[in-house]
């Protein structure tokens, strides 16, 4: 058995075998059965059920894990640079509390 991506349904039923869906992407599984059961797709949302069911991941929510990345360095980027821009600050700060605090002479 060979699974293969298809971008739609040309084998009678021409349908998914799970919810009856016929339209868009999806899994042609070679299987071929006597009418009136014919060729077994399985539609892109029963793929995607099937494959959270299993534990996996869509490609939606890898590409969405992605933009949070993305999102997450942009974050990290602003806000060291807003540490480095505070530095000189924290500096003149410890040399001002260190002068007021050392004892006179």
């Known amino acids: 058995m060979e699974f293969r991506l298809v971008e739609r349904m040309i084998l009678s039923p021409c349908r998914c075998f799970l919810c009856q869906r016929n339209d868009g992407p999806a899994i042609d599984t070679t299987v071929q059965r006597p009418a009136p059961v014919g060729r077994a797709y399985i539609c892109e949302s029963c793929g995607r059920d099937l494959i959270r069911l299993f534990g996996g991941v ?40 260190d002068e007021h605090l050392t004892p006179a002479a």
């Open 58 to 97: 869509t490609a939606d929510a890898v590409r969405q894990s992605e933009e949070n990345v993305r999102t997450m360095r942009r974050e990290l980027n602003d806000a060291e640079a807003e540490v480095r821009r505070l530095q000189p600050f924290e500096r003149a700060i410890a040399s001002a509390r």
